[in-house]
């Protein structure tokens, strides 16, 4: 288990946009399982429908890349490289996440080609799958960004 001050050596999101806050299971280079809670208090339900508060998709996807990059990058992302998310692919959306749900994410490694890796993740509430897709990655050097 991988409680939030070792997540915090490891990827590079911070609050309030950091959403993993604990791993469960660990194999580097092959699998992941981890937990983010949902609260009320996260800033994008006051727009993300007042009244009828539901986690944004994208942010579910985020939630799973960030798990996604402690299984190709264990030991923790070096200084002048990003893990960037390149694919969004099949990524459905089953059931909304609300307040107050708990969600396990399991992220399986299926391809790497070259510098590409592919991971199978599956988001669930209480055993029963809320969404599901695959994302695809790879690393940049962090000074790339800014320059065009």
């Given amino acids: 288990m991988m409680l939030i001050d070792e ?17 469960l299971e660990l194999e580097p280079n092959k699998f992941a399982k981890g937990l983010k809670n949902v609260s009320v208090n996260e800033p994008y339900f006051q727009g993300h429908f007042p ?9 579910i996807v985020e939630a799973s890349a960030q798990l996604c990059s402690l299984v190709f990058d264990a030991s923790g992302t070096k200084e002048d490289e990003l893990n ?6 099949g990524f459905k959306f089953l059931k909304p996440v609300i ?7 399991t992220v399986t490694k299926t391809k790497e080609i070259g510098p590409l890796v592919t991971l199978d993740c599956k988001v669930e509430v209480e055993s029963q799958v809320f969404a599901k897709g695959s994302l695809t990655f790879t690393k940049i050097p962090k000074d790339s960004v800014y320059s065009r």
């Fill in 7 to 23: 997540i915090n050596q490891r990827i590079k999101q911070r609050p309030p946009f950091q959403m993993i806050e604990r791993v």
């Fill in 51 to 59: 009244g009828t508060p539901i986690m944004p998709g994208v942010l």
């Fill in 84 to 89: 960037v998310l390149l694919k969004v692919d």
């Fill in 99 to 105: 307040p107050g749900d708990q969600l396990i994410i």
